[in-house]
């Protein structure tokens, strides 16, 4: 994983770990890696893998129980949250990158109907 200087590290670590819950990598209760082995798998300091954790425990995406480890919740519906979350985020920067290349919304759409029916046609 890199870094980038923009936003915090845990910040970062945390969005990893979304687009891993999202994209199947990690399911629904699974075990997610201790934060001893994050640290050092990443190569980041301690305290900040722990206070991604501190996050993620707080909105409820991962659990902790002390001596056993870290996993994802078993919620569904926090898994369909995070999938539309991240699918409107995509959408909305999609089409404001689009807007400042200065195409209208219908040659957006039209844009995308397009490319969509040439994926599905391959």
Do not use: C, W
Not at 36 to 49: D, H, M, S
Not at 93 to 99: K, M, T
Not at 111 to 117: A, F, H
């Amino acid at each position: 994983m890199e870094f980038n200087s923009k936003e915090p590290i845990y910040s970062q670590i945390i969005d990893d770990i979304k687009i891993k819950f999202i994209n199947s990598t990690y399911k629904l209760g699974q075990e997610i890696p201790s934060r001893r082995e994050l640290a050092k798998k990443l190569g980041v300091n301690a305290n900040t893998i722990q206070r991604a954790y501190r996050e993620m425990e707080d909105m409820n995406l991962i659990v902790t129980a002390r001596g056993q480890g870290s996993y994802m919740t078993n919620d569904p519906a926090m898994l369909e949250a995070l999938r539309e979350e991240a699918i409107h985020r995509a959408v909305s920067q999609s089409i404001e990158l689009l807007r400042s290349f200065g195409s209208t919304d219908d040659e957006i759409l039209e844009r995308i109907t397009s490319y969509l029916n040439r994926g599905s046609a391959e």
